[in-house]
């Protein structure tokens, strides 16, 4: 993290400390402040075999949420070589909750739950490499941002298996969100300045907020060429929408536009849910040990 909003989290961390963190913090915005996990077992896009059905009655919510990790172990073994590693302990997926309104996928626009890609969009997508795919493995950049230890996906589109813990800090005029999943924050300034000059492009984008009623909106632009959001390019604009709607829960609203890539824009709705606890680094693989493994068994099989 640069140094600069390093020392900007610290004072945020302290102002939280300061003030407390009640429903309404001591300067008057909402207080969407804590540890959250956006952890859920609803797919990013409704399935094929549920097309139709936008929503989840109590008791199909209640067994989907109860048999998440065995689904999720099924497709694992299904689809990536694995040898008793990946088990509830590991991985998160039990723990996670089906969004406000049980919609049968995060995306409830389109009303058919599906990304409404261009084929030029569609075609990069496809193209973006992916974890548990086959994959070259001649040079490091053959592997994923993810692999690499670079960046996430972003925003907060959850990790189907782990990592989906966030923190907000807030104090007067700046919220800060921190991931847990490659330790990224972004410092949003709340004072409508201007967005940096469009030569400015970042992973994690520029973002710009303001309160809007009980809603903080949070607006981000400026990516780079390589984030491959979902196949986008850096034309990618995206609004974000925290509404605190009991002590334990946000609901989370992001609507996507880009249209070198998708035919319109599309919204995605989840739950933030209360994690309690700190937020612990995850500290990826130190000094890409695991990437020059990585290397090393793409070698060993090329020999065999």
Same mark, same amino acid.
């Given at each position: 993290?640069?140094?600069?909003?390093?020392?900007?989290?610290?004072?945020?961390?302290?102002?939280?400390?300061?003030?407390?963190?009640?429903?309404?913090?001591? /300067?008057?915005?909402?207080?969407?402040?804590?540890?959250?996990?956006?952890?859920?077992?609803?797919?990013?896009? &409704?399935?094929?075999?549920?097309?139709?059905?936008?929503?989840?009655?109590? @008791?199909?919510?209640?067994?989907?949420?109860?048999?998440?990790?065995?689904?999720? =172990?099924?497709?694992?073994?299904? +689809?990536?070589?694995?040898?008793? +590693?990946?088990?509830?302990?590991?991985?998160?997926?039990?723990?996670?909750?089906?969004?406000?309104?049980?919609?049968?996928? =995060?995306?409830?626009?389109?009303?058919?739950? &599906?990304?409404?890609?261009? $084929? @030029?969009?569609?075609?990069? /997508?496809?193209?973006?490499?992916?974890?548990?795919? $086959?994959?070259?493995?001649?040079?490091?950049?053959?592997?994923? @941002?993810?692999?690499?230890?670079?960046?996430?996906?972003?925003?907060?589109? $959850?990790?189907?298996?782990?990592?989906?813990?966030?923190?907000?800090?807030?104090?007067?005029?700046?919220?800060? !969100?921190?991931?847990?999943?490659?330790?990224?924050?972004? !410092?949003?300034?709340?004072?409508?300045?201007?967005?940096?000059?469009?030569?400015?492009?970042?992973?994690?984008?520029?973002?710009?907020?303001? /309160?809007?009623?009980?809603?903080?909106?949070?607006?981000?632009?400026?990516?780079?060429? &390589?984030?491959?959001?979902?196949?986008?390019?850096?034309?990618?604009?995206?609004?974000?929408?925290?509404?605190? =709607?009991?002590?334990?829960?946000?609901?989370?609203?992001?609507?996507?536009?880009?249209?070198?890539?998708?035919?319109?824009? /599309?919204?995605?709705?989840?739950?933030?849910?209360?994690?309690?606890?700190?937020?612990?680094?995850?500290?990826?693989?130190?000094?890409? !040990?695991?990437?020059?493994?990585?290397?090393?068994?793409?070698?060993?099989?090329?020999?065999?």
């Amino acid at each position: 993290m640069h140094r600069l909003g390093l020392a900007l989290l610290v004072a945020l961390s302290c102002a939280t400390t300061l003030f407390g963190s009640p429903q309404t913090a001591p /300067w008057g915005d909402p207080d969407l402040q804590g540890t959250w996990s956006n952890q859920t077992p609803t797919p990013v896009e &409704r399935p094929e075999a549920l097309a139709g059905k936008s929503t989840l009655t109590e @008791e199909e919510a209640a067994e989907f949420e109860k048999t998440s990790l065995d689904r999720l =172990l099924t497709t694992f073994a299904k +689809e990536v070589p694995v040898s008793g +590693e990946l088990n509830g302990i590991w991985l998160e997926t039990a723990t996670g909750k089906v969004p406000p309104g049980r919609s049968t996928s =995060l995306i409830v626009e389109p009303l058919d739950g &599906r990304i409404p890609f261009t $084929p @030029e969009g569609r075609k990069r /997508w496809e193209a973006v490499p992916k974890i548990g795919q $086959p994959l070259k493995a001649n040079v490091p950049a053959d592997r994923t @941002e993810a692999e690499r230890c670079l960046t996430t996906e972003g925003l907060l589109i $959850p990790n189907p298996f782990y990592n989906n813990v966030f923190e907000i800090v807030q104090a007067p005029g700046y919220v800060a !969100i921190v991931t847990e999943m490659m330790h990224e924050t972004r !410092i949003i300034p709340l004072d409508r300045r201007p967005h940096v000059g469009a030569g400015v492009r970042m992973w994690i984008g520029d973002s710009r907020g303001w /309160w809007e009623g009980e809603t903080l909106v949070v607006e981000t632009t400026n990516f780079n060429d &390589r984030k491959r959001f979902r196949g986008a390019t850096e034309g990618l604009h995206t609004l974000e929408r925290f509404t605190r =709607l009991d002590d334990e829960t946000i609901e989370y609203r992001l609507t996507v536009t880009d249209p070198a890539t998708f035919s319109q824009s /599309w919204t995605l709705v989840n739950g933030l849910h209360r994690a309690g606890g700190d937020l612990y680094e995850v500290g990826c693989h130190e000094g890409n !040990i695991g990437l020059r493994g990585i290397l090393a068994g793409a070698r060993a099989q090329e020999r065999q």
